[in-house]
């Protein structure tokens, strides 16, 4: 179960981030945060996993971060990147908040440029940002995949022809399994399992 504290910030984010985003003309002023439909699909996802890395490309102001880290050990870790210094700033107080941010790494800059740098391997990647570079981030970390991968992607029946290339390049990879789900904005889920 999430605790009290981390349930109270999640629920003030949703409302937060919901009058945000209705009010803001301004794309990047927006939060665009996961449904809480899509959010609780993840963490069924993760927690049986028991995933240990996790890199999230897209932070915005954590609140899906929040999620990734409540789904982990205590010794597990989130690597979260924005290219976007005020958005950190403002997951960074979240994280804080929620009593997570000791689970969660945040970076900001260019994901496509800061991923080749990054080492892993990682449990889960979640792609929740700019889905036109998603397909070239995906071929960085692949050498940098666990055995067994989880890789989500959001918006995927929001802005089909935007991630059309991701699903593309994923649909190349014969080692994992994969579909949409249509929750929220529609999540791409595949997988790989070990031999």
């Known amino acids: 179960m999430i605790d009290a504290q981390v349930r109270a910030v999640l629920e003030e984010l949703e409302a937060w981030g919901e009058r945000n985003d209705r009010s803001e003309a301004d794309r990047s002023r927006k939060m665009l945060n996961l449904e809480r439909e899509t959010a609780e699909l993840i963490r069924a996802l993760v927690v049986p996993r028991k995933a240990r890395r996790i890199l999230e490309i897209g932070t915005s102001n954590g609140y899906s971060a929040i999620w990734l880290a409540a789904s982990i050990s205590e010794e597990g870790r989130v690597i979260s990147i924005d290219r976007n210094a005020g958005k950190t700033a403002m997951a960074r107080a979240n994280l804080d908040r929620a009593g997570l941010s000791e689970r969660v790494e945040l970076i900001t800059g260019d994901a496509t440029e800061l991923v080749t740098k990054l080492d892993g391997p990682f449990d889960l990647i979640f792609f929740d940002a700019d889905r036109f570079s998603a397909p070239e981030q995906l071929a960085v970390l692949l050498p940098k995949l666990s055995q067994e991968v989880l890789l989500l992607a959001d918006n995927v029946l929001s802005h089909p022809a935007e991630i059309a290339g991701y699903l593309a390049a994923l649909a190349t990879l014969s ?12 999540l791409s889920v595949a997988y790989r399992l070990a031999d």
């Open 175 to 186: 080692d994992f399994e994969r579909t949409v789900v249509p929750v929220g904005k529609g």
